[in-house]
């Protein structure tokens, strides 16, 4: 069964301080990791989605590496703002598996402070 | 384009009723899953649809159920409700354009949060 760890639970970091944010997983048998941000009371949004075959994604501030063998994603977020406080999810579709079932990671809570 | 949209948004209901959320994907879009999350369990798979069937299933009970129209447009449904389905409800779509591809981003609409008193 697949089970998916995001540690710390919470974070608390200054303003401009980059943001490191870890992501283990157990089968390494995966499609592909995505990761998502989410608001309080709100759905959620998607922030980078990497391949089985990819070793990194990125977009503007961020970036998300894979290491499938050793069951471990990374998001980095440089240069964190305010707006960047959320909650941040990771989630792996597995490989063989029916359908689109997401198996997510409990989230990390993020306060960046002004 | 439109994103996915949940309605209602929140709801109130009490023990033993039952309840309909309603889930309309981003337009084209063929799969829709259903997740449920609650602060001690986070987010937990409920179902997945494709063209109409269900083609996954997550481990809850038989009083969780969906279905999905032609129009992609899709369901869930709770019967006999208990205290512990207070929860956020989130639907996701995806573009699916053959049956067993799995790699695109997965959309999120915004949920409808339903308190069971």
């Known amino acids: 069964k697949q089970e998916v760890t995001q540690i710390p639970a919470a974070l608390s970091v200054p303003e401009g301080e980059n943001l490191v944010l870890n992501c283990s997983f157990t089968d390494s048998a995966i499609y592909n990791l995505q990761w998502f941000r989410q608001d309080p009371g709100k759905g959620l949004t998607s922030l980078l989605l990497i391949q089985s075959s990819q070793r990194e994604q990125t977009s503007g501030r961020l970036n998300a590496s894979l290491d499938k063998s050793s069951g471990r994603s990374t998001l980095y977020i440089a240069a964190s703002q305010p707006g960047d406080s959320a909650t941040y999810l990771c989630?792996?579709?597995?490989?063989?598996?029916?359908?689109?079932?997401?198996?997510f990671g409990g989230g990390t809570r993020v306060l960046v402070k002004p | 384009k439109a994103g996915v949209t949940q309605t209602p948004r929140y709801l109130i209901k009490t023990r033993g009723q039952q309840v309909t959320l309603s889930c309309s994907p981003i337009s084209g879009h063929r799969s829709v899953s259903w997740y449920q999350q609650t602060p001690g369990q986070g987010l937990q798979f409920l179902f997945e649809?494709?063209?109409?069937?269900?083609?996954n299933k997550g481990n809850f009970p038989g009083r969780f159920s969906g279905r999905q129209f032609s129009n992609s447009r899709s369901e869930m449904n709770v019967s006999t409700l208990e205290l512990g389905d207070s929860a956020l409800y989130l639907c996701?779509?995806?573009?699916?354009?053959?049956?067993?591809?799995?790699?695109?981003?997965?959309?999120f609409g915004p949920g409808t949060r339903l308190l069971v008193l």
């Open positions: 996701a779509s995806s573009l699916a354009l053959l049956a067993h591809q799995y790699q695109e981003t997965q959309y």
């Open positions: 649809y494709f063209s109409e069937t269900q083609r």
């Open positions: 989630a792996v579709r597995l490989l063989g598996a029916a359908g689109n079932k997401l198996t």
